[in-house]
């Protein structure tokens, strides 16, 4: 209570649109929110200053309502923006921005900070900031990408021959985050070079900020204009864990009170609230939708400036006319969206699971694990997936080729989310991929760091007419856990549910609600690509992502003669996904995307039902042995000691 005092003081009024309205609906179930954002620049008096400007729909649920007041404040190297009292003098106002060029999500309550002491004193030279929402409160501190971090010392690194190499990789990327090199060198020769884990690991060094050198035998990365004062040997021969007992340190945090406490990573909250379902309770999530091309604004007119660079006037929609923007008239530069997905992942599994209390919006490759310490470590379960883009045969090679050399590609992905993993250090890890993603080069790396971790690994695909689904979808699932009671993944059931009469004829004003042109179904039939269910099909066939472009093969229906594009109720019903699940409150395109990516929840709360009594026959194995020694506690000395000795917690 005593962090919104100051809205008894400030009196915000305004509603904003429906999914701030949701948001506020949620009272006080999230309790922290992190982002990071860049620090934007603008020319004014004929220089160029700093600003900071942080627009969200969820400002108004920490408290941050268009209309109130707030102060900043610089505090040990950070600032500090929170609710202004009455006694406070210095305020500024919580802004509504109307973003005029936005197809969706128009408008979102904003905060504009352009006090050039202020921001040089808290934030220094750097480009980037990370946000942490609390209520009444927003802190922000500054980050530097890794290369800014990078120290004077070098590494030579000497990988394993073999199978033990994918686990190698994964290892010496979590050794050169942890120790900062400046530069790196390693044997590739012998044809190591052309290998696909070759790639992609020299393309996550490339992400960090090392320029790769290949002389043919040996590949230096360096971090360009760091000097390299000394080299430290890095020998990963061994293929030993260089986190000294790994499986205790995260078997001695378990949460025992809430033994399937839960976090997601890289999830909408699909798999989240069908996991919820069986009896989890997810507490935390991380997600965030990159940027794409397709979101700029293509038809934006620009003005350009003595200075040369392409600007365009902001606009602010005032909360009250007699409100003055204290800010003076200036251009600034455009980086303009049609539309702005970045949040609205995260936004949608806490708006669908009532049980998360922390998001972390923030881009896995960017995301510093330690500042979700508090969150994750309680955590007894991560589910989560990586992009599915890179494994999927609706990419070409071509496209392949060009998104690993401009790193558009995802297929280091895995990096990231095993640092996120081993520093949480989550007891039990559920990941989901596409089916092809079992035989990649990828998968070897990601479950080999997992079984050097001290994981057992176990992998399966899973498929929608073996677990009474209405699609096919085959999927990869991964479970890894640290326990020692038994696991299996569900075994095969009757197929009984019919898509057709339970989905299409149960449905027939959705089904007609998005017809197909003759021109794209002429189009698609002329190149073979239509992806079409006919009258009576019980099974659906696999929905992707694409879907939502309505391209020319994404699943379509051919009713009383006529052909229709899947809209995403049926999408959803198709799925599986539960009513409690929101995406209804999202942009048409979002919706189709999210669901087209998300798991089958009929086949995936099988699985987690097994990973439930998994868990929770470790749990009851657990007190049993307690027990025991309790009981032997309270009986002669030399009766305890055999006791002890025969029993064992892990």
């Known amino acids: 209570m005593t962090a919104y005092s100051a809205l008894q003081y400030n009196n915000p009024h305004n509603k904003g649109n429906a999914i701030t309205q949701a948001i506020a609906a949620l009272g006080d179930q999230v309790k922290k929110m992190t982002k990071q954002l860049k620090l934007g620049r603008y020319f004014q008096a004929g220089s160029e200053k700093k600003k900071l400007i942080v627009s969200t729909n969820w400002l108004p649920s920490f408290g941050f309502e268009p209309g109130v007041r707030v102060v900043e404040e610089v505090r040990a190297g950070q600032l500090v923006i929170r609710l202004a009292t009455a006694t406070d003098e210095d305020t500024k106002l919580v802004y509504q921005r109307k973003y005029n060029n936005r197809k969706t999500n ?3 309550a904003q905060l504009d900070i352009r006090s050039q002491r202020r ?24 980050v530097g990408d890794f290369a800014q971090q990078a120290t004077a010392l070098g590494a030579l690194i000497e990988f394993p021959q073999g199978e033990g190499m994918y686990a190698a990789l994964a290892q010496a990327v979590s050794i050169i985050r942890e120790r900062k090199f400046s530069k790196v060198e390693f044997a590739s020769g012998g044809g190591f070079d052309s290998t696909r884990e070759y790639t992609f690991f020299c393309m996550h060094l490339r992400r960090l900020g090392y320029e790769i050198h290949n002389s043919g035998t040996h590949t230096l990365a360096s971090i360009p204009n760091v000097p390299c004062a000394d080299t430290e040997w890095v020998d990963l021969r061994s293929g030993r864990c260089e986190i000294e007992d790994f499986k205790e340190q995260a078997l001695s945090k378990f949460n025992f009170q809430t033994p399937l ?24 999530v991380l997600e965030y939708r990159p940027l794409e091309e397709r979101d700029e604004d293509k038809e934006i007119a620009f003005e350009t400036t003595t200075e040369g660079a392409q600007y365009t006037p902001v606009s602010f929609k005032f909360v009250k006319k007699t409100q003055k923007h ?18 609205l992942g995260a936004t ?11 998001i972390f919006n923030e881009d896995v490759y960017r995301f510093d694990p330690r500042t979700a310490n508090a969150e994750f470590q309680r955590a007894n379960v991560v589910m989560g997936g990586l992009q599915c883009d890179d494994f999927s045969s609706l990419k070409s090679k071509s496209e392949r080729e060009k998104s690993i ?13 095993l640092y996120a993993i081993e ?38 695909i899973m498929r929608g007419e073996q677990n009474d689904s209405y699609t096919m979808r085959p999927r990869n699932f991964i479970v890894a856990t640290l326990l020692g009671s038994d696991f299996s993944f569900p075994e095969a059931i009757e197929h009984q549910v019919h898509w ?28 073979n690509r239509m992806n079409l269910m006919v009258e009576g099909s019980k099974i659906c066939r696999t929905l992707v992502k694409s879907d939502a472009k309505y391209v020319k093969d994404s699943v379509s229906v051919q009713l009383d003669g006529h052909y229709y594009f899947l809209p995403a109720e049926i999408m959803a019903k198709t799925m599986s996904i539960p009513e409690t699940y929101r995406y209804d409150l999202m942009p048409t395109e979002f919706q189709r995307e999210l669901i087209g990516q998300s798991v089958c929840c009929k086949m995936h709360s099988r699985l987690m039902a097994q990973v439930r009594e998994h868990i929770m026959n470790w749990v009851h194995g657990v007190k049993t042995q307690v027990s025991q020694v309790a009981d032997a506690m309270t009986r002669p000395i030399h009766t305890q000691m055999a006791t002890a000795s025969q029993l064992s917690l892990w």
């Not at 946000?131 to 500054?142: D, H, M, N, Q, S």
Request: no cysteine.
């Open 106 to 108: 128009a408008e979102e």
């Open 119 to 142: 921001l040089q004193e808290a934030f220094g030279d750097a480009d980037e900031v990370h946000l942490t929402f609390t209520p009444g409160k927003i802190t922000a501190r500054p």
């Open 261 to 284: 406490e839960s976090a997601g990573m890289m999830t909408s909250g699909v798999d989240l609230t069908s996991a919820a379902q069986e009896g989890f309770v997810p507490t935390s």
């Open 326 to 343: 204290k800010v003076q008239p200036e251009m600034v530069k455009t980086g303009a969206l049609n539309r702005d997905f970045r949040e």
């Open 348 to 358: 949608t599994a806490a708006l669908s699971i009532p049980s998360i209390q922390a």
């Open 405 to 417: 050399e401009n790193l558009g590609s995802t297929a280091d992905m895995l990096f990231p989310a």
């Open 423 to 460: 520093t949480a250090m989550f007891p039990v890890v559920t990941f989901e991929n596409v089916a092809p993603f079992e035989k990649s080069e990828e998968f070897k790396v990601f479950t080999g760091r997992l079984k050097q971790l001290g994981y057992s690994v176990h992998s399966a």
């Open 500 to 527: 057709w009469d339970d989905i299409v004829l149960a449905n027939p004003e959705l089904m007609r609600s998005l017809p197909r042109t003759q021109q794209s179904i002429q189009s698609a039939l002329e190149e």
